[in-house]
């Protein structure tokens, strides 16, 4: 397929595909969906190997968020029936961390709910990051707090932080309809923030609610100009009791696309595969080891993931290793060059629904809802049960 040669070869050059390159990766069909893999996978290989970084989650303080996101179980409003607890104390939080690295996790992502930090929080924050760098020699942290205020980026930072995570989540022309709260020029402005403060910036998307094929690229290029070191591509979990409950728009062949055409945008940055995948992907969860370089461990925030001992089969049985300590994730190109160096070279089955969005997958490729796959996180940090790791 010409389109599929022509992808890769800019791929290996990291040259950025047009938009029309980019939407007829996501318009391809489930006859050349191996192919769209293959092609992608060459890419992947060529930065990063076989090699699959393990990432942890560790909940600081879950629930009663004030900000109104439609797609999260802890927003203001949200009737999931979700674990809430405040702040874990340091040592909590410490020990948390040292189940993901104990199950062979590289980097801790500390996350707590609300629209951004207070300069106490900061303080607490910081504590936790130097007891985990205390216990857990040459672990990552990246923390994941929310907007960011003057010189708070800089304060995680002297504590020992590594990267900050603040994800754009859609595009910006439809941001508006996800969440009213704050703005996507807001999220835009936290990343830059953590970029000058010298921390590797993650920040990346949710898909499945709603959005159109235009608005996938749409994000997905702007991640580009953002220059995030990682990319993380979640997959929308409908948790009851939230406004996007019923979007089940999803299925493993339309997150392979996705996590395809992400690759072949931003070929050379840390893809991760995140939360959803064991709802949205399922038994496929494998054959997107060749398109992402890098996945969750576990648990998620609010809902629980597959056995940690799966993802480590997984990843053995599919002939990919787990990415040492030791080992560098980006290429070398991309250490070598200044902070924000760029992830390219830049620094049920029935006719389509006249209702559906424009772009929108037709309900013939629309998986039936799978309400039994989302759990609940019921074990792990704020609870008495040991983690998943």
Not at 48 to 73: A, Q, T, W
């Amino acid at each position: 397929m010409d389109l599929l040669n022509t992808l890769v070869e800019k791929g290996l050059r990291r040259e950025l595909p047009t938009r029309e390159e980019a939407l007829a990766v996501l318009a391809t069909s489930d006859d050349d969906l191996l192919e769209v893999v293959a092609a992608a996978g060459k890419v992947r290989r060529q930065w990063f190997g076989r090699r699959v970084k393990l990432n942890y989650l560790v909940n600081l303080k879950s629930g009663l968020c004030p900000e109104d996101c439609s797609y999260c179980s802890q927003r203001l409003g949200s009737k999931a029936e979700i674990l809430k607890y405040t702040w874990l104390k340091p040592d909590e939080a410490s020990k948390a961390a040292a189940a993901g690295v104990a199950g062979g996790a590289k980097r801790v992502c500390l996350v707590a709910s609300g629209r951004g930090p207070t300069d106490r929080d900061v303080d607490r924050v910081s504590k936790t990051i130097e007891a985990i760098k205390d216990q857990n020699e040459g672990v990552e942290v990246c923390a994941c707090l929310g907007l960011l205020s003057g010189g708070q980026a800089e304060r995680l930072r002297a504590a020992g932080a590594d990267a900050y995570n603040h994800n754009l989540n859609t595009s910006e022309g439809t941001y508006g309809d996800i969440t009213t709260t704050h703005t996507y020029a807001d999220r835009v402005d936290t990343v830059h923030q953590a970029q000058a403060a010298g921390l590797s910036a993650c920040s990346g998307l949710i898909a499945g609610m709603g959005e159109s094929d235009e608005d996938l690229v749409d994000v997905v290029f702007s991640l580009r100009e953002l220059d995030p070191d990682s990319v993380p591509v979640n997959f929308l979990i409908p948790f009851e009791g939230t406004p996007l409950a019923k979007e089940w728009n999803l299925t493993p062949q339309r997150c392979l696309r996705i996590l395809a055409m992400t690759r072949f945008v931003c070929p050379d940055v840390e893809v991760r595969l995140a939360g959803g995948r064991e709802v949205h992907l399922r038994s496929m969860q494998p054959l997107a080891l060749n398109l992402v370089n890098s996945i969750f461990l576990g648990d998620y925030l609010t809902s629980e993931g597959q056995a940690g001992q799966a993802d480590l089969d997984m990843i053995a049985d599919a002939g990919f290793e787990v990415e040492g300590a030791d080992t560098t994730t980006l290429p070398e190109h991309r250490v070598d060059a200044a902070a924000g160096a760029g992830c390219g070279s830049h620094s049920g089955g029935c006719e389509p629904c006249g209702d559906a969005p424009a772009g929108a997958p037709a309900q013939a490729e629309v998986s039936a809802a799978r309400t039994d796959l989302v759990a609940v996180r019921r074990r792990g940090a704020g609870t008495d049960l040991a983690p998943n790791a």
